[in-house]
Structure formats: C-alpha cells, structure tokens
C-alpha cells in the first residue's frame, strides 16, 4: 500500500507576484492551473452578475437613442482609426 504525504503549504503573495510567477511556467502547468479553476468557476452566478450588469447599463443609458450611441460609435472609431493612422506614418 502506498502513502501519500499531504503538504499544506500559506504563501501570502501580492496578485502581481502571483502572476508574474504564473506566466513563467511552463504551457503544460498553464493548463493544469487553468483547468483546476476552471473546476471551481460557479459559471450559473457569473452569468447571472453578467446579466445584471448589462440590465443596470441599459436602465441608465435607457434615455439615450440607438442612433445617438451609433452616431457616437462611429465618430470614436473614425478617431482612433486617425490616430492609429498618425501613429503609423511617424
């Protein structure tokens, strides 16, 4: 029979370390990491703040017509796309 030692181990790290320390693993533990997690995503609850959050911008923009915010759309596309086209040719 075989025994299996368990190790508990705190590390109190700030997000950046952590992040910084994850994104030099190699891919394969990448993908061990993400799918331990991605085990414990309560994906009913995040779709549920999701929903929530897009009702609450649509009762606060609800005034607001859907051709104003195309109007707007389209002019802050035009200047990015100016300022990008800037940015190329210096």
């Given at each position: 029979?075989?025994e299996i ?14 992040k910084n ?70």
């Amino acid at each position: 029979m075989h025994e299996i030692e368990v190790t508990t181990i705190r590390l109190d790290l700030p997000l950046d370390q952590l992040k910084n320390a994850l994104r030099k693993l190699p891919p394969q533990e990448k993908i061990a990491i993400w799918r331990l997690l991605d085990e414990e995503l309560d994906r009913p609850a995040i779709a549920r703040r999701f929903a929530a959050s897009v009702e609450s911008v649509r009762k606060a923009y609800a005034h607001i017509s859907e051709e104003e915010v195309i109007k707007d759309a389209v002019k802050a596309t035009r200047q990015v796309r100016k300022a990008r086209h800037a940015k190329n040719r210096s």
